[in-house]
C-alpha cells in the first residue's frame, strides 16, 4: 500500500490570509484522516507564513494516523520543535529561509558528514529519517551513508515534464528507486503531485511507500470536495 500524506500547508495558508481561525486547520487535519488519508504532512518555514509553529504543537496532539514534519535543520527552532513533538516521520529539506517552496534536492555527497549529523539527532529520539533528494543515483547512493531510512524523491520535473513524455519523465525515478532498495533505503516522494500524473508515477515506481500531496489536492477540493478529493486520490494510489 502506497500511503497518502496530506500535506495541509495551504490550508493555514488561507487561514492566516484574514487572521482568524477560519479554515480551523486542525478540524481539516481531523477531517482528512476521517476522509481516509494515512497521514498528515506539515512545512513550516521561519517566517511562518503558512503552518505556525504553535500549529506543529496542537496538531501532534490530534493527529492520529502518520504525522510527517518537513523543513530545514539548519534551523535551531526546526530541530527544537521536531524534537519535541517527536513526529513518526521528519523529512529534511535544504530549502533557504526566503525560497516561495522547495526546488531542489540535498546534496548528499557535499553534506554526508553533516547530514550523518543531523539524521543521527532525530533517529536517537526515535524519529524516522527522510531525506529529500532528487532522482540521482550518486546522491541516493550517499543518502544510505547518512544512516537516514528513507528518501523523499522531489517529483517536480516528473510533474513538468509528465506531459511531453510520460515514460521520459518517469524514468529517472524509477532508476533512483531501484538504486533505493539496492542501498536498503524506503521510498517516499512529492511534490508537484496531482490527481493527473500521480497513477503512473504510483504503478511504475518500484517500491514506493508514501506520497505527501498539498498544493493540488487544496485546489482540487475546491472544486470536488475534500473528501472526494481524498478519495479520487487514494484510487490512483491503488487503494
Ligand atoms: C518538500 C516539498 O516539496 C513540500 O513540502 C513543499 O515544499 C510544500 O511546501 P509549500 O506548501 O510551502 O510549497
Ligand atoms: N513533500 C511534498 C509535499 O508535502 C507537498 O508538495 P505539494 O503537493 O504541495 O507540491
Redesign the pocket.
Known amino acids: 500500500m502506497i500511503r497518502l500524506s496530506v ?1 495541509i ?2 490550508v493555514a495558508t488561507l487561514r492566516n490570509s484574514r487572521g482568524g481561525n477560519n479554515p480551523d486547520l486542525l478540524q481539516v487535519a481531523k477531517d482528512c484522516e476521517r476522509f481516509g488519508a494515512q497521514g498528515i ?1 506539515v ?1 513550516p ?1 521561519p517566517d511562518e507564513r ?1 503552518i505556525r509553529y504553535d500549529d506543529v504543537y496542537a496538531l501532534k496532539d490530534i493527529v492520529t494516523t502518520e504525522f510527517n514534519i ?1 523543513g530545514n535543520c539548519d534551523e535551531k527552532k526546526f530541530v527544537d520543535l521536531v524534537l519535541a513533538v517527536k513526529p513518526h516521520q521528519v ?1 529534511l ?1 535544504p ?1 533557504a529561509t526566503d525560497q ?3 526546488n531542489h534536492g540535498w546534496d548528499t555527497i557535499t553534506h554526508k558528514r553533516y547530514l550523518q549529523d543531523m539524521v543521527k539527532c532525530f533517529k536517537d529520539e526515535g524519529i524516522r529519517v527522510s531525506l ?1 533528494v532528487d532522482p540521482l543515483n550518486d546522491m541516493v547512493e550517499a543518502a544510505a551513508e547518512t544512516g537516514t531510512d528513507r528518501i ?1 524523491l ?1 517529483t517536480e520535473a516528473y510533474a513538468s515534464h509528465y506531459h511531453q513524455g510520460i515514460e521520459l519523465a518517469a524514468a529517472p525515478y524509477i532508476q533512483a528507486a531501484e538504486m533505493a532498495k539496492k542501498v536498503g533505503l524506503g521510498i517516499n516522494a ?2 508537484d503531485l496531482d490527481l493527473k500524473n500521480l497513477k503512473y508515477f504510483a504503478e511504475h515506481v518500484p517500491g514506493l511507500q508514501e506520497v ?1 500531496i ?2 493540488a489536492l487544496i485546489s482540487d477540493a475546491l472544486y470536488f470536495g475534500l473528501e472526494n478529493t481524498i478519495q479520487m486520490y487514494l484510487q490512483r494510489l491503488g487503494s
Open positions: 500535506n500547508n495551504k504532512t512545512h518555514r503558512h518537513e523529512t529539506v530549502d516561495l517552496t522547495s529529500f523523499e522531489y512529492g511534490h505527501s498539498g498544493h
